[in-house]
C-alpha cells in the first residue's frame, strides 16, 4: 500500500482478544487456529488482568503480540471501570489485580514505563464520555472506533467520541477489533497495519506511529497527502467522507444521498486542503454492505 509516498506491507490484525486465561470461550490455541484459518496475520492476546505465554505459543503463520487489558479504577460516582486495551508489554508485566493501580492513569504509566502501549477500549461500551477520557488518561495512543463484542447492545461503534476527542485537541488513532470471547465475535472488525515486516518490533513501532487504518471490510489501497492535497484509492464503497473540525468536512459520494435507490460506487478520493488549517481530516469510507474503514486523521 501507497502510505504517505511509502510502499508498505499490509498485515491484517485482531490486537483484542480473550481466551480461556480469562473469560474467553476459546483456548489460546483455538483461538489461534481461527484467526489463521481466516488469513489474518497478527494476532495480540488480551486476556483480562493476565498476560499469555505467546512465545511458547504456536502462531500457525501469524505474530502473535504480549498484552493485557487492564480495569484499574471504578470511576465515581459512576462505578464504571476502565477497560484499557495494552499492546507490546513484556509476557512477564506484573499485573495481577486491580488494586495495583489507584487511578487509571497510573495503570497506562506502568504500561508506558514496560515499553507497551495504551489505548483505550470501547469508551461508548463503557458509559465513558469523551470528556471522561480526556480528562483522566494522558499518554495513551488512542481508542477504539469499532468493536464487534460490542454490538450486542448497540454500542459497538465510537466514531462521535472520537471526534470530540480530535476537536478537544487529543491527537487519537482508532483501531477496529473484535474483542473476541466466543465464536459470534469472530473477524467483525480489524486494524490493517502498514509495516516493512511482521516482526513484533515492527509491527508495533507501526502502531505507536500511526501507520495503520481500522476497517470492518472496505481495504484502504493509497493514502497521501502532499502539497495539501488529500488523495486516496480504495475498494468500492458508496459513502465516502473527509470528516474534520466542527461544522467542516467534505462528502466525496453526494449523489448517493440523491439516488440513493442505485448508489453509484466510489473508489478513489482527491481534494485540495491546502487553504485548510488548524484542524485535523480524517476519511471513512463504507461499503454498500454498511461496513466502515476508517483512516488515522491527518492534522493541518
Ligand atoms: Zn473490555
Ligand atoms: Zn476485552
Same mark, same amino acid.
Given at each position: ?6 510502499? *508498505? ?30 488469513? @489474518? ?15 511458547? $505459543? ?8 504480549? +498484552? ?24 512477564? #508485566? ?15 504509566? !506502568? ?15 463503557? +458509559? ?5 477520557? %480526556? /480528562?483522566?488518561? %494522558?499518554?495513551?495512543? =488512542? ?44 473477524? +467483525? +472488525? ?13 509491527? *508495533? ?6 501507520? #495503520? ?8 489501497? %493509497? ?17 465516502? /467522507?473527509?470528516?474534520?473540525? !466542527?461544522?467542516? =468536512? $467534505?462528502?466525496?459520494?453526494?449523489? /448517493? ?8 460506487? @466510489?473508489?478513489?478520493?482527491? %481534494? ?7 484542524? $485535523? ?10 461496513? @466502515?474503514?476508517?483512516? /488515522?486523521?491527518?492534522?493541518?
Amino acid at each position: 500500500m501507497n502510505f504517505f509516498g511509502r510502499e *508498505l506491507n499490509v498485515y491484517k490484525a485482531n490486537l483484542h482478544t480473550h481466551s480461556t486465561v480469562s473469560d474467553g470461550k476459546y483456548t489460546p490455541q483455538e483461538v489461534i487456529e481461527h484467526y489463521a484459518a481466516q488469513g @489474518y496475520d497478527v494476532l495480540a492476546f488480551t486476556d483480562h488482568r493476565k498476560t499469555n505465554p505467546v512465545s511458547t $505459543y504456536d502462531g500457525k503463520g501469524m505474530t502473535l503480540l504480549s +498484552g493485557i487489558e487492564l480495569h484499574p479504577h471504578i470511576m465515581e460516582p459512576r462505578e464504571i471501570h476502565w477497560h484499557l486495551l495494552s499492546l507490546g508489554v513484556p509476557e512477564d #508485566f506484573p499485573y495481577g489485580d486491580d488494586s495495583n493501580f489507584k487511578t487509571a492513569q497510573e495503570a497506562v504509566d !506502568a504500561v508506558n514505563a514496560a515499553g507497551g502501549m495504551v489505548f483505550c477500549a470501547h469508551p461508548y461500551w463503557c +458509559g465513558l464520555t469523551s470528556l471522561d477520557v %480526556k /480528562n483522566n488518561l %494522558k499518554n495513551i495512543l =488512542g481508542i477504539e472506533v469499532f468493536n464487534s463484542s460490542c454490538r450486542y447492545i448497540g454500542r459497538e461503534f465510537n466514531m462521535q467520541s472520537w471526534d470530540e476527542l480530535l476537536e478537544a485537541g487529543c491527537r487519537y488513532n482508532a483501531l477496529a477489533v473484535d474483542d473476541v470471547h466466543s465464536q459470534s465475535d469472530l473477524f +467483525g +472488525g480489524y486494524t490493517c497495519i502498514l509495516a516493512e515486516n511482521k516482526e513484533p518490533q515492527s509491527l *508495533l513501532n507501526a502502531i505507536r506511529k500511526g501507520d #495503520f487504518y481500522a476497517s470492518m471490510g472496505p481495504e484502504f489501497k %493509497k493514502i497521501t497527502f502532499e502539497n495539501g492535497i488529500l488523495e486516496a484509492e480504495f475498494s468500492p464503497c458508496v459513502k465516502v /467522507n473527509v470528516l474534520a473540525n !466542527a461544522s467542516s =468536512g $467534505y462528502c466525496a459520494s453526494w449523489d /448517493n444521498y440523491l439516488h440513493p435507490e442505485n448508489p453509484e460506487e @466510489y473508489t478513489s478520493l482527491k %481534494k485540495d486542503f491546502s487553504q485548510w488549517k488548524n484542524c $485535523y481530516i480524517r476519511i471513512q469510507i463504507q461499503d454498500k454492505n454498511g461496513k @466502515y474503514a476508517w483512516s /488515522n486523521p491527518i492534522w493541518l
